[in-house]
């Protein structure tokens, strides 16, 4: 099998992005079942799993969590996936990556400045 071209694997990187971007779950969901690394990023760092909470997409944040993707992963300009989440109001989404064991206090802002923020602060207090 060929191996893929730097062009090629940004490209594929882009395509996976937009699909967890627009939650296209089964898109991208082949593409990582496939071989694409789950923790790939696009040129900003931003993860599938970083489009996909910050889109509030719930059941591709579920997928991508299921195949292990990192919950903490910060993209280029230090945010975490759940503090995106919180900015954006997507509480399902918050719940899912703090069950997941999300970091509150990674990256900039930290999840619970977010949360202090936009007054979700009783989203995290199930936190444990």
Do not use: C, W
């Not at 954006?88 to 977010?114: F, H, I, N, Q, S």
């Amino acid at each position: 099998m060929p191996k893929l071209t730097a062009e090629q694997v940004q490209q594929l990187t882009e395509i996976a992005v937009g699909f967890a971007r627009n939650g296209e779950s089964g898109e991208l969901f082949d593409l990582i079942d496939h071989g694409l690394p789950v923790n790939v990023q696009d040129a900003g760092g931003n993860t599938p799993l970083m489009m996909a909470a910050y889109h509030g997409h719930a059941e591709t944040v579920r997928g991508l969590i299921e195949r292990e993707a990192d919950v903490d992963l910060r993209n280029a300009r230090d945010q975490s996936p759940i503090a995106g989440a919180l900015f954006k109001g997507e509480d399902d989404v918050v719940r899912m990556l703090l069950a997941a064991g999300a970091d509150l206090d990674a990256g900039t802002p930290t999840a619970r400045l977010a949360a202090e923020m936009f007054g979700k602060t009783a989203l995290l207090e199930s936190e444990g």
